[in-house]
């Protein structure tokens, strides 16, 4: 099953373990929330319309949701949409963030235990190639405990832009997704989602390979180019 709201991908998902079944959605949504001056839309509009989806899914009594976004770099916008969600769980702004953070946050209806964020070793463009450089993007790793299971649920966001440096810098990135997520994941189950920037085939496919991930395309029926995309990996205690 999949959804589609304004601006979101959501696919319908299931953890089976030793016979108990839960379902839920998995959503991944790049808000685009930088601060007004300098946001490529506009920001004050869009985000009392995000704060406002954000907690109409909250109140949904019928389905468990886990809501995965990217930039979120506004600390304003933040404290917005943290205030509309009335989600059990969500992940904090870091405190003292690099200029304007990874923009990675996450609402949750299940129990998130532990939250670790991965920036990138490499990015491209300070003033320009889209001034990835101005932010810490990368992945953030969030344990999720659903019935006795732990899940670990990744928000990436890889570098933006369309030439040859940029490509060069997110197959570098991916090359470190690929070390990091084997190291912090293990034997668990584990979803990724987020903002991938590419529709090359050739990394991704290299990081199917070197991770066990599965795209759900796979198994739903998804456009051709996609930059947002949503990978899950079994475990054997857990089938996804």
């Known amino acids: 099953m999949q959804k589609l709201y304004?601006?979101?991908?959501?696919?319908?998902?299931?953890?089976?373990?030793?016979?108990?079944?839960t379902d839920f959605t998995t959503v991944t949504y790049n808000t685009a929330l930088l601060p007004q001056e300098i946001s490529p839309i506009?920001?004050?509009?869009?985000?009392?319309?995000?704060?406002?989806?954000?907690?109409?899914l909250s109140r949904d009594d019928e389905t468990k949701h886990?809501?995965?976004?990217?930039?979120?770099?506004?600390?304003?916008?933040?404290?917005?949409?943290?205030?509309?969600?009335?989600?059990?769980?969500?992940?904090?702004r870091p405190e003292k963030p690099f200029m304007l953070g990874d923009g990675l946050k996450m609402f949750s209806d299940f129990e998130v235990e532990r939250v670790i964020r991965k920036p990138w070793k490499y990015c491209n463009g300070r003033l320009e190639d889209g001034s990835d450089c101005l932010t810490a993007k990368g992945a953030a790793y969030f344990t999720i405990r659903i019935e006795g299971i732990e899940l670990v649920g990744v928000d990436v966001h890889f570098d933006s832009g369309e030439k040859v440096k940029d490509e060069e810098t997110r197959t570098?990135?991916?090359?470190?997704?690929?070390?990091?997520?084997?190291d912090a994941v293990?034997?668990?189950?584990?979803?990724?989602?987020?903002?991938?920037?590419?529709?090359?085939g050739v990394p991704l496919g290299i990081m199917k390979l070197a991770t066990g991930l599965q795209d759900v395309c796979e198994v739903l029926a998804c456009p051709d180019e996609r930059i947002?995309?949503?990978?899950?990996?079994?475990?054997?205690?857990?089938?996804?």
Do not use: H, W
């Open 42 to 56: 506009d920001a004050d509009k869009n985000a009392p319309i995000m704060a406002e989806k954000l907690q109409e």
């Open 228 to 240: 947002d995309r949503v990978y899950f990996r079994n475990s054997s205690l857990a089938t996804l």
């Open 172 to 182: 570098l990135q991916m090359q470190q997704f690929i070390g990091d997520f084997n």
């Open 66 to 92: 886990m809501i995965f976004a990217q930039e979120v770099f506004s600390a304003d916008y933040d404290a917005m949409l943290e205030k509309a969600a009335e989600f059990p769980y969500e992940t904090a």
């Open 186 to 200: 293990r034997d668990r189950p584990a979803i990724v989602t987020g903002d991938f920037n590419t529709t090359n």
């Open 6 to 21: 304004s601006l979101v991908l959501a696919a319908g998902t299931s953890i089976l373990s030793s016979g108990c079944q």
